[in-house]
């Protein structure tokens, strides 16, 4: 399964931005999804992860209320809306399939990767 995350870009305190992350294939629909971030000197850390039908998510707590996030298993796309963006919100965001079809906040519960899309929140 390839991941491909895109929708990142150079933006100021308090805006938003959509992320989305592309996948083919039926094997998409039976995964749980997450997105993941990474800033510079840090390792990859939990965002948001989502079930395999949508209807159950789970946030770190850094982005609750600020970040949404949603898939469409008929496009077989994930999404991360990110709302209020802070300069500390800067990294290279990363989406990731699951190994479960449930909510899945642990990094060594996924198997693919898509490729990072950098987020820059300037002040």
Do not use: H
Request: net charge positive; charged share 15%; hydrophobic share 35%.
């Amino acid at each position: 399964v390839q991941l491909q995350a895109s929708g990142g870009g150079s933006v100021q305190t308090g805006a938003y931005l959509t992320l989305s992350c592309a996948a083919p294939g039926r094997a998409f629909t039976t995964y749980a999804m997450g997105w993941f971030r990474q800033a510079p000197g840090q390792g990859r850390r939990f965002v948001a992860t989502i079930d395999w039908s949508g209807r159950s998510t789970e946030y770190a707590d850094s982005v609750k209320g600020r970040f949404t996030i949603s898939r469409d298993n008929i496009k077989n796309t994930v999404y991360l809306q990110m709302n209020s963006l802070k300069p500390e919100d800067t990294a290279n965001y990363y989406c990731a399939a699951a190994s479960v079809a449930s909510t899945a906040t642990r990094l060594n519960q996924y198997v693919y990767w898509g490729q990072g899309t950098l987020v820059t929140v300037s002040s």
